[in-house]
């Protein structure tokens, strides 16, 4: 079933694209649903993505890749989540990748999130993906344990050769935690992201799509 949601929230989520847009990939499972969708639309859309998976399926599939770093902007971009809150704040990172995937959505004018209806939860709970930077990784971790418990994940490093942890404490506050895990120097991203920053969520429910819009109006 929740592939099924999967590949419905990321068909109705292609169809918000439009011609001549610039369009950010995310990463993961959904997203790989995604990206045939928007190639079979057939539209003239160039692409940035945010792993090295995403983009062997973006270029598999016919769509058009520029590098990130020459992109200031982009129309929209999508990608998946672990889990959404009422209030509209994320958790992102399951596959490691949400420092790249928060770069991109912020420089998107619109963020649409798409997951199948289990990834809807009445609060956020740990884990919360965290990616470290190696120099000092021993002291940053410490400085992470006097908030809560955290855990290296079994993973390779990110693209840009972050150690990837978990956080596994309490999430009761997520604005507060994630303002004090981007206080610990050596933290480079965490995976909570806040409501202002998603545009929608295209939620997969049996065979229908529902549009969300928890942060209220968003971007
Ligand atoms: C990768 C992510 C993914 O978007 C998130 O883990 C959801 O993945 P999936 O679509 O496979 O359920 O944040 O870093």
């Known amino acids: ?127 919360v993906p965290l990616e470290l930077l190696a120099f000092g990784l021993a002291s940053t971790v410490r400085r992470i344990e006097a908030i809560g418990p955290v855990r290296r994940r079994d993973a390779a490093r990110s693209p840009d050769r972050g150690v990837i942890y978990d956080y596994l404490g309490a999430v009761d506050d997520p604005r507060r935690l994630a303002d004090a895990l981007c206080g610990i120097p050596g933290v480079v991203e965490h995976g909570l992201f806040p409501p202002e920053m998603v545009t929608e969520v295209v939620v997969g429910r049996g065979g229908s799509a529902e549009r969300l819009r928890p942060g209220g109006d968003g971007r």
């Not at 949601?5 to 169809?15: F, Q, T």
């Not at 610039?22 to 990206?35: I, Q, R």
């Open 1 to 127: 079933m929740a592939d099924h949601e999967k590949r419905v929230a990321a068909r109705a989520a292609a169809e918000l694209v439009e011609d001549k847009m610039s369009v950010g990939l995310g990463t993961g499972t959904t997203v790989a649903y995604f990206v045939p969708a928007l190639a079979a639309r057939r539209l003239d859309v160039r692409c940035a993505v945010t792993s090295p998976h995403t983009e062997t399926l973006a270029r598999g599939a016919g769509l058009r890749v520029e590098r990130f770093s020459t992109v200031d902007r982009l129309d929209i971009a999508v990608d998946g989540a672990d889990e959404v809150a009422p209030d509209g704040w994320l958790v992102k990172g399951g596959g490691g990748a949400h420092t790249r995937e928060k770069l991109v959505a912020s420089a998107a004018d619109r963020f649409v999130v798409i997951v199948d209806s289990s990834k809807l939860v009445h609060a956020l709970r740990p884990p």
